[in-house]
């Protein structure tokens, strides 16, 4: 079989130190995986690649050059000297002390700014001064941090002369539609994170390094993650078809994630020898079936279809989006005007909260005090906020107005209000108000 006739897959490492991924050290620990005298991340992973002659994709977060000076500068020159693949990442959040000196009115939450041309032009501009310094190379794709991005954005991109885009998920922030890769109205290249979505009987899946159906913990459970693979691929081009990009997501930590150091502490800093056995193996098992390649090559290449042409409107105007953004914002005033001055108290943290702030980052407009969630003995804080048990909270109707996010399958948490002496729209309101309208998209 020829290197045409297999099927195209880019392999992608987000590469991110974020604070609360690691207690100390996060781009050692996060991003080189040096943890106990030895390193687990990036260089780990271009080993095994290298091994296989197989090049990489790495999405560098730039905009943690505020956070960490050159110490990601010289992150992006090890990339690119190990000669993978280097391109453009941005987690819009931790620009915000440079985007609010420039521009003072920006909006309270950074999930506007994308949606704002002058500010994503000058989000744009600081990503490619950071570039410049790591390689002469031009970079040709970006991803946006969290996969968010919008019309202006992308008319950024291409006014900068970013060729492409890899920031589209089908769920994020909202349901889009189903594409493989496609070229927008304005001619930037979209190249989307791998997901079959839910069709039939199948259920959704992602092509994430990292999901746990494709992790292993133990020797045993490698094989069964390759016969994984063996089944996601399969599924993969069985739905887009054989000219379709396999997007496969990692991360430079890849290798160090424990599933219960994770879910108690946040933290990312266990090494998994399984894992790399895994990506070793993989390698060594799908190259002859597949075709990797990097993003750079799949935009340059002339092999690769983006015949597809697609209207934004298509993507970022569907009706029941906007909906949802209307019933939020209604939220939002309805909340502020019933709280008279009351702190505002969330009650309940987990996939509908999510979910909305995927659309409105209510905890940050609503200057939410704290959480309210029965594990605050395992999350002391929460976005940024404390997190206590309703015992602990102590919360009374005339001090604090609830917004209540958590899922109506925790009756008792209603019940606890009513016997505080809280009333219904009042004293809190509960998001069922809103997801029993909404439920298909939220």
């Known amino acids: 079989m020829s290197m045409t006739d297999k099927p195209a897959c880019i392999l992608t490492v987000d590469v991110e130190a974020l604070s609360m991924r690691a207690s100390d050290s996060h781009v050692d620990k996060l991003i080189y995986g040096r943890i106990g005298g030895e390193e687990w991340g990036i260089g780990k992973m271009m080993d095994v690649a290298d091994r296989h002659n197989i090049k990489m994709t790495f999405f560098l977060d ?128 979209e190249i989307p994170v791998g997901i079959i979505p839910e069709h039939g009987d199948s259920p959704l899946k992602v092509l994430n390094f990292n999901e746990a159906y494709l992790y292993p913990e133990n020797e045993q459970s490698v094989d069964i993650c390759l016969e994984e693979y063996e089944r996601l691929f399969k599924s993969f081009y069985d739905y887009y078809g054989n000219d379709a990009i396999a997007t496969l997501l990692m991360h430079g930590w890849s290798f160090c994630y424990e599933k219960e150091r994770f879910k108690n502490t946040g933290w990312i800093d266990v090494p998994n020898p399984y894992a790399v056995e895994l990506f070793d193996r993989f390698l060594t098992y799908f190259k002859d079936k597949i075709n990797f390649i990097t993003a750079a090559s799949a935009i340059s290449t002339n092999t690769i279809s983006f015949s597809d042409t697609v209207n934004f409107d298509t993507v970022f105007s569907l009706p029941e989006q906007c909906e949802l953004k209307k019933r939020l914002e209604q939220t939002e005033d309805f909340i502020k005007q019933k709280a008279k001055g009351r702190k505002v108290v969330i009650w309940g943290k987990g996939w509908i909260e999510a979910r909305i702030i995927r659309v409105r980052e209510l905890h940050m407009l609503l200057d939410v005090e704290f959480y309210i969630s029965r594990d605050a003995h395992k999350h002391a804080l929460w976005r940024g906020k404390p997190v206590k048990t309703f015992e602990e909270a102590g919360i009374s109707p005339d001090k604090y107005y609830v917004f209540v996010l958590a899922n109506t399958c925790f009756p008792e948490i209603r019940e606890s209000l009513h016997n505080a002496g809280f009333h219904e729209y009042e004293d809190y309101y509960d998001i069922k108000t809103i997801h029993s309208d909404c439920s298909s998209f939220l």
């Open 62 to 189: 730039f905009a943690e050059v505020e956070t960490y000076g050159d110490e990601i500068i010289k992150v992006g020159k090890y990339i690119a000297q190990r000669g993978h693949d280097l391109q453009i990442h941005c987690h819009y959040k931790l620009l915000e002390k440079k985007v609010r000196e420039r521009f003072p009115n920006a909006g309270i939450s950074y999930y506007t700014w994308y949606e704002d041309e002058e500010i994503s032009g000058y989000m744009v501009d600081y990503c490619l001064k950071q570039y410049e310094k790591c390689t002469k190379n031009t970079p040709v794709i970006f991803r946006g941090g969290e996969y968010r991005f919008d019309k202006a954005l992308l008319k950024q991109l291409k006014k900068k002369g970013i060729a492409a885009d890899s920031s589209y998920s089908y769920l994020r922030p909202l349901k889009k539609p189903v594409k493989k890769q496609f070229t927008f109205e304005n001619g930037i290249i």
